[in-house]
């Protein structure tokens, strides 16, 4: 499996970004994709998931940015989105998609998550 997010650049305070996880194949119908994100000195960490199509689609997001970025999924393209809104200068950092089979179980923790993809840098600045 491939994934490969896209979508970073560069934003000002509290506009939005969408972040892309293009995977390879119907992989969705397996495959449960989160989004991570890890800034210079700092751990990685879970942002949000959704579960595979066979597993319903549900979806996790993390109390630190729930409200401001949601998880999608647009099963013909096999890309995963996280849409950003309300950026703040600490959201800042290198955004990380990674696959698990199924389900969002133990969502955050990015030992659970086999395959990953290339970062995408999202950095937010006046």
């Known amino acids: 499996v491939q994934l490969q997010a896209s979508g970073g650049g560069l934003v000002q305070p509290g506009g939005s970004l969408r972040l892309s996880c293009a995977t390879s194949?119907?992989?969705?119908?397996?495959?449960?994709i989160g989004w991570f994100r890890q800034a210079p000195g700092k751990r990685r960490v879970g942002l949000a998931c959704i579960s595979s199509s066979a597993s319903g689609g549900t979806t996790e997001v993390s109390e630190f940015v729930k409200g401001r970025f949601t998880i999608s999924r647009d099963n013909a393209k096999s890309t995963v989105y996280l849409q950003m809104d309300s950026l703040k200068p600490e959201d800042s950092a290198m955004y990380h998609c990674a696959a698990k089979w199924h389900t969002c179980h133990s969502y955050n923790d990015d030992s659970a998550y086999p395959m990953w993809g290339q970062g995408t840098l999202v950095t937010v600045s006046s």
């Open positions: 194949g119907s992989t969705l119908n397996i495959l449960a």
